[in-house]
């Protein structure tokens, strides 16, 4: 084998790996990965990236047909298109399969896009921006562009430089100043929708951000979810920790009193958690009438405690009377079964005593 033929299998080869990284086509959402304008952006990457001609692009988007798009694409000629033109070929495909989405639609899925309950922030970033880029591709550029401006006629004495360049030049820079003006304005209408969507509590921190970019705004609002599952697990870890002291190990009375202290302070965040940050506890049911002695069972039924109807804590906002803290009775009080001391007698009973006290002056 001569060098020609050699540089030419080896061309072969690079060609043959240059097209199989073409995904294929077949017109069926179950078995294709990507939409018909999706696939179409990939292939023309590709094009470009390869410098192919016209017959090679030809080639390869026909070798990329499968099952109903290789029908569609045998269907041309006899339509009178020629498959052979890469504009009409692209031109027809773009008809058939092309997303058939107006600026008003995509306006309307900006509108509806918010990030879900359990939604991780990326995941919602990269919807706001799926969206933004078919806003973008979608707008009529061309008529929102416009032909090249027309300078006044009284500021072309200040402008003789630009006036002197050809009008194709022009041109060229007119679409370039659209292009970054288009960019900028995409990415700032992503912005507004992409903070709009956030949750509450991360929406907050991007706003005092004052940021007017899209991505520094996705890195604030991921550093923020990122932070506040981090302290929801440090808190959990915390639970974890005083579930595991274990009281009978702690002989040191103030350190045991401390740990009490904790565990107690845990359990009615977990009460007022549980109980939506009421100080209520649900009824679980009860044997109890609440008639008047009717003989009447529905009556009686009827006047019984429903499930899920709230009770008071007795013992909430109470001071019990043997340690002189607040929440339980001294007939709960772990301090004073620890001491193995007997229930103190009250003799007075004020407006503000509990019912304990009342019983516990009798004995």
């Known amino acids: 084998m001569n060098a020609a033929q050699a540089a030419a299998a080896a061309e072969e080869a690079q060609l043959s790996v240059e097209q199989s990284k073409l995904p294929l086509f077949h017109a069926e959402p179950g078995k294709d990965q990507f939409t018909g304008d999706q696939w179409l952006e990939r292939f023309e990457k590709c094009r470009q990236a390869g410098n192919w001609n016209e017959a090679r692009t030809t080639s390869y988007f026909y070798n990329s047909m499968r099952g109903k798009a290789l029908k569609w694409y045998r269907m041309l000629s006899v ?36 990030q879900g309950k359990t939604e991780p922030v990326q995941e919602y970033f990269s919807r706001i921006g799926d969206t933004s880029y078919n806003y973008k591709v979608k707008k009529p550029n061309a008529d929102i562009r416009g032909p090249c401006i027309v300078v006044p006629e009284h500021r072309r004495e200040a402008l003789a430089e630009y006036m002197a360049l050809p009008l194709a030049v022009r041109q060229e820079v007119h679409e370039l100043e659209y292009e970054q003006f288009n960019n900028n304005d995409v990415s700032y209408l992503g912005l507004q929708f992409f903070i709009a969507g956030l949750h509450p509590d991360i929406q907050l921190d991007v706003i005092k951000s004052g940021t007017a970019d899209l991505y520094e705004a996705f890195k604030i609002a991921h550093a923020c979810e990122t932070a506040m599952q981090n302290k929801k697990i440090h808190s959990a870890n915390d639970v974890a920790k005083v579930n595991e002291l274990e009281l009978d190990a702690v002989a040191d009375p103030e350190e045991r009193e401390a740990v009490e202290a904790v565990r107690r302070q845990f359990a009615q965040k977990r009460m007022f958690s549980a109980n939506n940050g009421s100080a ?3 009824r679980t049911g009860g044997s109890s009438n609440y008639g008047s002695g009717s003989s009447n069972g529905n009556a009686n039924r009827s006047a019984q405690p429903q499930s899920g109807q709230r009770k008071p804590n007795p013992a909430f906002g109470k001071t019990c009377h043997y340690c002189k803290k607040k929440n339980h009775f001294q007939s709960d009080c772990f301090k004073r079964k620890r001491d193995n001391a007997p229930m103190v007698q009250v003799k007075e009973v004020g407006e503000n005593n509990d019912c304990e006290s009342m019983l516990s002056s009798k004995n």
Do not use: C, H, W
């Open 79 to 114: 339509a009178k298109i020629n498959a052979n033109d890469y504009a009409q070929l692209r031109m027809a495909f773009v008809e058939s399969y092309g997303t058939q989405a107006s600026q008003r639609v995509v306006i309307t899925d900006f509108m509806s896009i918010k």
């Open 280 to 282: 209520y506890q649900p």
